[in-house]
């Protein structure tokens, strides 16, 4: 993704070595020159515990260096799920990242975060923040790999997104009917849905962690006799528990790397890195 970005947006490559003492603790050393160089630190956030602590040292380090700006691209943005406390006594964690990482850094792009309760990522990042849409790419790749497509959301939170990629591909489309009752329990029905004669479902979400709820919506379609669906998400997590999901064709973008990181965002995100770095 760096290679890819640094060639989109005119920019060059730096080596930054991380490597960890005996006791754990990591040792982070910049190989460039970063005296005046607006640093852009490429981190998609999947898995984030092991990577925010060398992330935040990475931006301090390049500021000592004398970095004229430290911007983050994270093509995944974590910690954005516990938008308010639910229980008492739960931490905000989505607003205590936020502030860690405003502190760290100058700007932030990322792409299609969780944003529930939130209108924007400005309601609690003090930086510039761009949240970008992997729409667009989505439907190119639809239109260039499906016949007749005909588009599914899990949910009816996900309508307006769905519907968007939807047209922007020529497709109809409908949601589902989902009720979570825990990480690995999902409930779905699919109402009154029907689907068109010849067209291919095509399953959308945002995230894919262990493919539970696109596991069951496959199961909920089998009886319809429908063509075999085609599931996409933005973000594969792919958590333990989602082999099924992959085994089943289930295709990603690369904004987390992995076996299904088939839609390439690398262009949407130089976009965003070109309107932020000055």
Request: charged share 20%; aromatic share 6%.
């Amino acid at each position: 993704m760096a290679l890819r970005l640094a060639a989109l947006c005119g920019g060059d490559t730096g080596v930054l070595m991380i490597s960890a003492f005996p006791d754990g603790e990591f040792h982070l050393r910049f190989r460039d020159d970063l005296t005046g160089r607006c640093v852009v630190l490429i981190c998609t956030l999947a898995r984030p515990n092991d990577k925010i602590v060398p992330l935040l040292f990475a931006a301090d380090a390049a500021r000592q260096l004398g970095a004229r700006k430290v911007g983050l691209v994270a093509p995944y943005l974590c910690y954005m799920r516990q938008d308010r406390s639910f229980k008492p006594g739960e931490a905000v964690t989505s607003r205590s990242f936020a502030a860690l990482l405003s502190r760290a850094c100058d700007w932030l792009v990322t792409v299609d975060p969780h944003l529930h309760r939130y209108k924007s990522l400005s309601e609690i990042y003090a930086i510039p923040a761009r949240a970008l849409h992997a729409g667009p790419a989505i439907a190119a790749w639809i239109g260039a790999h499906v016949t007749r497509p005909f588009l599914i959301g899990p949910d009816a939170e996900s309508r307006q997104w769905v519907g968007a990629v939807a047209g922007a591909c020529g497709a109809g489309f409908a949601v589902l009917s989902k009720q979570r009752l825990g990480d690995r329990d999902v409930t779905s029905s699919l109402g009154d849905l029907r689907i068109p004669d010849g067209a291919t479902p095509v399953l959308l979400d945002d995230i894919v962690s262990t493919g539970a709820t696109m596991a069951e919506a496959i199961r909920l379609l089998g009886p319809l006799g429908a063509l075999p669906p085609v599931a996409i998400a933005v973000h594969g997590l792919l958590s333990d528990g989602a082999q099924p999901i992959l085994d089943a064709g289930l295709v990603t973008t690369n904004t987390v790397p992995g076996p299904a990181a088939a839609i390439d965002i690398s262009g949407l995100i130089a976009a965003g890195i070109a309107d932020l770095v000055t």
